[in-house]
């Protein structure tokens, strides 16, 4: 059993910056693929980027070289930063733990690009 926390969401103005964290606890956090999401209101919950155990990084293209996912083991802990932010990166951000069979994912943190 893995449970996931998220914070660093907020509001922020077109071109700025936030860092998200999701804090994991319950398991053995290094052994997990982690990954963001993202969910806009009536929109299905799409990937933003994912980091395997072993520290291989994947990006949608909507956020390729603005967004950058990485993990600390010793922290049990997965950040987003995102940068150059825009309008349409408004969404409820969700962190995902897997391994094999197992997935879970924490409760979210709502982001929110305006000025």
């Known amino acids: 059993q893995v449970q996931l926390v998220e914070s660093g969401g907020g509001l922020v103005q077109p071109g700025g910056s936030l860092r998200l964290s999701c804090a994991a606890s319950g398991s053995i956090f290094s052994r997990y693929a982690m990954g963001w999401y993202r969910q806009a209101p009536g929109k299905q919950r799409d990937l933003v980027a994912t980091?395997?155990?072993?520290?291989?990084?994947n990006y949608a293209d909507s956020v390729k070289g603005r967004f950058t996912i990485s993990r600390d083991n010793g922290k049990n802990t997965v950040y987003l930063q995102m940068s150059s932010l825009k309008p349409e990166d408004t969404a409820v951000y969700y962190c995902n733990a897997q391994q094999g069979v197992f997935n879970y994912w924490g409760r979210g943190t709502q982001v929110t690009v305006s000025s």
């Open positions: 980091i395997t155990s072993g520290g291989k990084t």
